[in-house]
């Protein structure tokens, strides 16, 4: 039970350093809302809830000038808040997504090259 | 409007968010509340249970008003940073005082020396060097606490600089995959 909540954190961990990226990469697919925008990422596998919501991590990106927004009609529905990337949330994203990828593969060579042998009792 | 956004309007209001800016967040809350809710999806599951701290930590993060500090482990950090901080910069401050008004009084060593030249005293950090009836402070032995605590004073003020930069950068929110 403790090492299943020990992977949950450092699945957390993980993800948070890359969640703004992973906000702008969905943005960057097409305008969305907020609801939406989990929508996206829960296709993908990312949940996200309670005060990590969306909400917050938008506000940053809205405040820093990396996403603009408007408001629009949804499908027969409410005004909504859209948001799309800006410029410089553009140019955030390609950096953001490079320096992914080259901590991944650093990552993935240390990590391929284990072996371990679990013994059960 | 929903019980969640209900909570948010009253710790925005709380928090003195302006009310157009409230008004505009509460519209986009209940708009994507009521789409989560009709796909059977709770605020809960959507927001979590603690629409109060939600409300402060969107609000600071769109910096219309300060991050809350209660979040995460840092709800006493903020206060032992400020008291840190206060007494660093009062320790720093009554030593230079001291060191400027030259209280409490240095150790002189005075001694009556024949006037061979004329030139302006000499200052130097403990103290200073006077011709003529050469008042002698360089060998002032009481003043060293005094640099020594204003020297702990700068770093524990630079120390706390870069402890406030570090508490500044507010943290993501969380995930689970």
């Known amino acids: ?121 | 409007m929903t019980d969640f956004v209900a909570q948010c309007r009253l710790e925005w209001k709380r928090l003195g968010v302006p009310e157009p800016l409230a008004e505009e967040m509460a519209t986009e809350l209940a708009a994507d509340l009521s789409e989560a809710e009709a796909e059977g999806v709770s605020a809960e599951e959507f927001l979590g249970a603690d629409a109060r701290s939600f409300a402060a930590s969107w609000a600071g993060e769109r910096g219309i008003v300060p991050v809350p500090a209660g979040r995460a482990k840092g709800r006493r950090r903020p206060f032992a940073l400020v008291a840190f901080t206060a007494v660093a910069a009062i320790v720093l401050i009554v030593t230079a005082l001291l060191l400027l008004t030259g209280q409490p009084r240095a150790t002189l060593t005075a001694s009556e020396t024949p006037e061979t030249h004329h030139q302006l005293p000499a200052v130097t950090p403990f103290g200073s060097v006077g011709t003529g009836r050469h008042v002698l402070l360089l060998g002032n032995l009481a003043a060293p606490v005094e640099w020594i605590l204003l020297i702990f004073a700068i770093v524990a003020l630079g120390f706390a600089v870069w402890l406030w930069s570090s508490w500044g950068r507010s943290r993501p929110p969380g995930v689970s995959a």
Do not use: F
């Open chain 1, 1 to 121: 039970m403790r090492h299943m909540v020990v992977d949950s954190q450092r699945r957390t961990e993980l993800l948070r350093g890359v969640l703004d990226l992973c906000l702008l990469a969905v943005m960057n697919e097409g305008p969305a809302y907020g609801y939406e925008m989990t929508k996206r990422l829960r296709d993908r596998g990312l949940a996200i809830v309670g005060e990590g919501s969306i909400y917050p991590l938008l506000g940053r990106l809205e405040r820093d000038g990396l996403v603009e927004t408007y408001r629009a009609a949804g499908n027969a529905g409410p005004m909504r808040k859209y948001y799309r990337p800006s410029s410089t949330g553009r140019l955030a994203l390609a950096m953001g997504v490079s320096e992914w990828r080259a901590a991944r593969d650093s990552v993935d060579a240390v990590l391929a090259q284990v072996k371990v042998e679990v013994l059960h009792d």
